[in-house]
């Protein structure tokens, strides 16, 4: 199952070696990756899309947040959040199928960031799977090579002011009770 | 303000922990330490191969409750102590481990003696730092013996550079906590939890405690008694729990589990009611989860949240330090004891008795020969002379197990054991750090054979320093948890555990100048214990036990708790 989590961690060395090898000493394979300091240079965010067990998922964020560098860690698979990717496509072109090219690439939004006589590179943003119909698109055209960020993402409506988007839900508040059945 | 080295500042900032005693072997890269050492006030006991600074330092802190402290060069030094590492990691016990590193403009070019280990032990630790600035010492090591001790206590690794141990700069000694954002401890229970906890407990009609290793870290032995008494519940305790309440405490029914108790283990697949404090359901006591307590909703109290839905779902999940935890339930349940504890009381009693029975049905076996000495024998003799009072570190196997069922502890911090790595090769130095944590205790270092051949070395730092450690060497000569296996599971195929060549034990002990004895019949056991008691220094009993002797109960890895073998299979006529 893929998991999107998003995390909150000191920007110190080792921090993303801990985070990762969390993952790793499962067996978990990391899909993408993203990690950039916050408005507090002391800190990183990072999104991490992993396949995970499913049912060791809500295990793994309580294991992620254990440790020392990490600040918060949020399960964003199932909560309303805005996940975005960048993507760099570079598309070799024939001179008479560019207008063409141009077009669908408004459609998309994506703009052009560098042009060749033989290619255009265009710049893209958006949910991960409008970058994968866009790319299916240009395979149409000629050659596609391209490089992907990673899904960044942040949750909706924060019910605090913070604008990373953290909910207000540190390790002093976590909480496992359920109900006893009667 | 006294310009200092960093090998100085690094002292000093142990000093001011409050440590007393290090574990350590040095070389290289802890040259300028050692010189610091030289005319040091802290004590440092030279061991024998690093694995068992890291085992004695265990010891120490899981015989006094303080934190370890070991100490070790770059690269072979340091992968040296992982071990150690990993098991205090896993039965949370709170070290300090300092390792050398080359110096910072060495690092990444392959230097001698090189190892990245912060990143080796960055999985085998709590917590790791690598200190590449003199003036961040102070504040790291601080800081690192505040995480091996809080929260769930654990190893911590300061990996530091030569270039720092060398350097000079101005001691500023840490004062309080720089900020941890990422590190927080919660001991108290919030209300609501405590509340959901009481209705659930005073639902029960088969309530069940299943403590562990968190109530001897949280010091709550006195609250888990209370507790017990008030909701009138038996306690089961771990491998890693024992001591954590007096063996005659009425309530006690010994150890669940793999090799637990019969009463402990149909107690845990009748109870309706399942309470674990400072526990974390680990395969060893739970066997097949799914048939794991399957009457029985659980109520799961642990000061760290991964723990709570781990292993097994917890209808209620309590975060926070098990002492805080029971001070609050036993306080309000003695509030609504009247109100609500009357409901199921009879159920209760009946339980209860119900409880008694097993234990009256099936104890553990005492099995005696006049030939030859019965391990359960043996154990229950050095159980008679300790008394309950006498610190017993054992190593890993069927003598770990054996004394786990036969010795009866008055008080916490009294059994040594590597509970959740079973690191073989660890009774022995744990001993060693128990015996300098408690000089003046009886220590005994129970260890196998082969646990002890493990560890061998060390009489050299045991004869050294003169700790007068009673090493008893159960010695049935085979790796005999090995070859219980093999006869149960792999159709008697024993393979490779015969352990011959085991050296003769007189010479083997006056080579390194202490006492040691040799005894191989029931009726000379206990004259040579005695003696091994009345010597001042340490003493070697070799021990020649029932070599095809095992432990049961046993639990068949994957079965469940239930299915227990009580008792050595029946033979099988040849032709049915």
Redesign the interface.
């Known amino acids: 199952m893929q998991q999107l989590i998003s995390l909150l ?2 920007n110190k ?2 921090a993303l ?2 985070v990762a ?1 969390v993952l790793s ?1 499962r067996g978990y394979n990391i899909e993408s990756l993203t990690v950039a300091k916050t408005l507090d240079p002391g ?1 990183s965010s990072m999104t991490i899309v992993a396949d995970v067990d499913p049912v060791m998922g ?2 793994l964020i ?2 992620i ?7 918060q860690a949020v399960d964003l698979t199932e909560s309303q959040s805005v996940c975005r990717e960048l993507a760099l496509i570079k598309v070799t072109v024939s001179p008479e199928m560019r207008p063409a090219l141009l077009q669908e690439a408004d459609i998309f939004r994506a703009k052009v960031v560098d042009a060749a006589p033989t290619s255009y590179t265009l710049e893209v943003t958006g949910a991960s799977e409008k970058l994968d119909a866009l790319i299916g698109l240009l395979h149409n055209y000629g050659q596609v090579e391209m490089i992907r960020s990673g899904a960044m993402a942040m949750a909706r409506s924060p019910r605090s002011n913070k604008s990373n988007g953290f909910v207000e839900a ?3 508040t ?9 | 303000m006294r310009l200092m080295s960093g090998s100085q500042i690094l002292l000093e900032s142990l000093m001011k922990e409050g440590v007393e005693v290090i574990f350590g072997y040095p070389g290289g890269v802890t040259l300028p330490i050692y010189d610091v050492l030289y005319d040091h006030p802290l004590r440092h006991i030279l061991v024998r191969h690093e694995e068992n600074a890291s085992f004695a330092a265990e010891g120490y802190a899981r015989s006094s409750g303080k934190v370890g402290v070991c100490l070790a060069t770059s690269g072979p030094g340091a992968t040296n102590l992982t071990t150690g590492l990993v098991d205090a990691l896993m039965d949370s016990i709170p070290i300090v481990a300092i390792t050398g590193q080359v110096p910072s403009h060495l690092i990444g070019r392959d230097a001698f003696q090189e190892a990245d280990t ?2 080796i032990t ?2 085998a630790t ?3 730092y ?1 200190v590449k600035d003199i003036n961040e010492l102070p504040q790291i090591i601080h800081e690192a013996f505040h ?1 091996a001790s809080t929260g769930r206590p654990g190893p911590v690794l300061v990996d530091v550079t030569k270039d720092v141990l060398t350097g000079k700069a101005h001691y500023h000694p840490a004062q309080e906590m720089e900020p ?5 401890v ?1 001991l108290d229970p ?1 209300d ?2 405590i509340e ?1 906890a009481v ?2 407990l005073w ?1 029960a009609e088969r309530p069940y405690i299943y403590a562990g290793g968190g109530v001897i870290a949280s010091e709550a032995s006195a609250e888990l008694a209370e507790f017990s008494e008030i909701l009138e519940a038996p306690i089961a305790l771990t491998v890693m729990g024992l001591g954590a309440v007096p063996w005659n405490h009425p309530n006690y029914i010994s150890m669940l589990g793999m090799h637990g108790s019969y009463a402990a283990n149909m107690g845990v697949t009748e109870t309706d009611a399942l309470v674990g404090l400072g526990v974390r359901f680990d395969d060893r006591v739970t066997g097949r989860l799914d048939a794991f307590a399957p009457h029985a ?1 659980v109520l ?1 109290v642990d000061i ?3 723990e ?3 292993n097994r ?7 926070g330090d098990v002492k805080h935890v029971l001070r609050r339930l036993n306080q309000r349940l003695r509030e609504t004891k009247d109100a609500q504890g009357g409901e199921n009381r009879e159920a209760r009693a009946g339980w209860m008795a119900r409880i008694r029975e097993w234990q009256r049905e099936h104890p553990y076996a005492r099995p005696y020969d006049e030939n030859e000495i019965k391990p359960q024998f043996l154990m229950e003799k050095i159980d008679e002379l300790s008394n309950g009072d006498a610190i017993v570190a054992v190593d890993v196997g069927q003598h770990q197990m054996w004394a786990a069922q036969y010795m009866r502890f008055n008080e916490p911090r009294l059994w040594v054991n590597s509970g959740g790595l079973g690191a073989m090769g660890f009774g022995l130095p744990a001993a060693m750090g128990a015996q300098v944590a408690n000089p003046s205790k009886v220590v005994f270092a129970i260890v196998g054979d082969g646990g002890f051949q493990m560890a061998l070395p060390e009489l050299s730092t045991i004869a050294s320093n003169g700790l007068p450690l009673k090493i008893i060497i159960m010695n049935n000569g085979t790796l005999g948890m090995v070859r219980q296996w093999q006869e149960l599971f792999y159709n008697r195929r024993y393979s490779s555990v015969d352990m011959d060549c085991f050296p003769n034990c007189e010479l083997l002990a006056a080579a390194y100048g202490i006492k040691g004895k040799t005894v191989d019949k029931p009726g000379g056991l206990e004259s040579a214990l005695r003696e091994a008691l009345a010597e001042p220094g340490p003493y070697l009993l070799n021990v020649k036990v029932t070599p095809e002797e095992n432990v049961y109960p046993m639990v068949p890895s994957g079965g469940a708790v239930s299915e227990m073998i009580l008792q050595p299979p029946k033979p099988v006529a040849v032709g049915d």
Request: hydrophobic content about 35%; cysteine-free; charged content about 25%.
């Open positions: 961690v000191e060395p080792g070696m801990r090898g000493a800190m809500p295990l309580k294991q947040t254990r440790l020392i560098n990490v600040v540190s390790r002093n976590v909480k496992a009770v359920e109900p006893v059945k009667t | 912060f990143g960055r999985s709590k917590h790791n690598l995480v941890m954002p990422g590190y927080s919660r919030e609501d939890e959901a209705k659930f639902q909703q799961h760290d949240p991964a709570i839905g781990k779902r917890a209808n209620v999940g309590v975060v």
